[in-house]
């Protein structure tokens, strides 16, 4: 809010991130004056990153979108919990889904010894009534918002992919904001968090974790559309009648970008589950690919300020067949080599 009505006054004004503003590990004394002095002297290099400020209509969205997020997780939470108290008393459900119309019924008609534990019930399926409720009137609005947002045809750009509704798509592109700072699909991945963590030196290379830096919000919907693609790709009925909502100017690319998308993802994901990978790594690995044709969707939508188009990502990934899985023996790496 201060960035932004510094700037309606004419005055230049960069929000910077805290996390990577550099600073030596021997500097233990911290004044104003100091710091003043080391922020003046580090953006006259150039060293400070500034962060995306939205304007007023697209912060607006993204809260409503993290309110959603938000009565999510007190939904998940409530079912844990009452999951918690039923199975310390002894009470196992094991007929059909959880958390289904039949099994919310169970939930209802459970008769219960003691007086106090009904009321635990009854407060825990209260709770979980109203965070449903919650999640519905929200996207409700979400939906209603989305007509009047200028980013609409960006949403309806990215809900041409598999496993992108209005609330993923929604969220999506009011988390990432301005594409255009992103001018490769690299940055947006390591954005999200999504590329290994690193130690090398010389000819020595170790790769860890993924960094998890970032934004973790964004990060969450990215992991939760991959899971579509452990799928073999197919067109159904509700993608095809999401991409025809795509405005007639980017319908065609886009559509070839999403059937491209689904043939890469999906060999991808079989190729590391037959070597072996876990669940968990196959579909970060997924998630991580996938931010790069949402990256280069959202370049086509929305073109540089010369006007022209984004690259494809085509021509920014690496080949499936160039990756080859590297054996390590005794501290020496070893290459496999293929006829």
Not at 86 to 98: D, F, S
Not at 212 to 230: D, P, T, V
Request: charged letters at 25%.
């Amino acid at each position: 809010m201060l960035a932004r009505h510094l700037k309606k006054k004419g005055i230049a004004c960069d929000v910077i991130a805290p996390s990577l503003t550099p600073k030596g590990s021997g500097d233990k004394i911290k004044t104003d004056r100091r710091d003043a002095r080391m922020l003046a002297r580090l953006h006259r290099a150039g060293e400070l990153t500034a962060v995306h400020v939205p304007d007023e209509r697209d912060e607006a969205i993204r809260d409503l979108c993290r309110a959603r997020t938000d009565a999510v997780q007190d939904l998940r939470s409530g079912r844990y919990q009452l999951k918690a108290f039923l199975l310390r008393n002894g009470y196992r459900y094991t007929e059909t889904t959880a958390w289904s119309t039949a099994h919310m019924r169970y939930l209802r008609e459970l008769s219960l010894p003691h007086a106090a534990m009904k009321v635990v019930l009854e407060e825990y399926l209260q709770a979980i009534d109203a965070a449903s409720e919650r999640i519905e009137r929200i996207e409700v609005h979400m939906k209603a918002l989305l007509a009047d947002w200028h980013m609409q045809p960006v949403v309806l750009a990215l809900m041409g992919l598999k496993g992108y509704q209005t609330v993923a798509a929604m969220i999506t592109v009011s988390e990432i904001g301005d594409i255009h700072r992103f001018p490769h699909p690299r940055q947006l991945m390591a954005y999200l968090g999504l590329v290994p963590s690193e130690s090398s030196s010389g000819g020595s290379r170790a790769q860890g974790s993924i960094t998890k830096c970032g934004n973790g919000h964004l990060r969450w919907i990215f992991n939760e559309c991959a899971q579509h693609y452990r799928l073999p790709p197919k067109v159904s009925s509700p993608l095809t009648t999401r991409q025809e909502a795509i405005p007639k100017a980017h319908r065609r690319q886009v559509i070839e970008i999403s059937w491209r998308c689904q043939n890469r993802l999906h060999e991808k994901g079989r190729k590391l589950a037959a070597r072996g990978k876990t669940r968990q790594k196959v579909q970060t690995a997924l998630a991580r690919e996938l931010s790069a044709f949402v990256w280069e969707v959202m370049r086509v939508v929305i073109p540089r300020a010369d006007g022209t188009r984004a690259a494809s990502t085509a021509r920014t990934l690496k080949p499936l067949e160039a990756a080859q899985p590297a054996a390590k023996k005794k501290g020496r790496n070893y290459t496999l080599k293929t006829k």
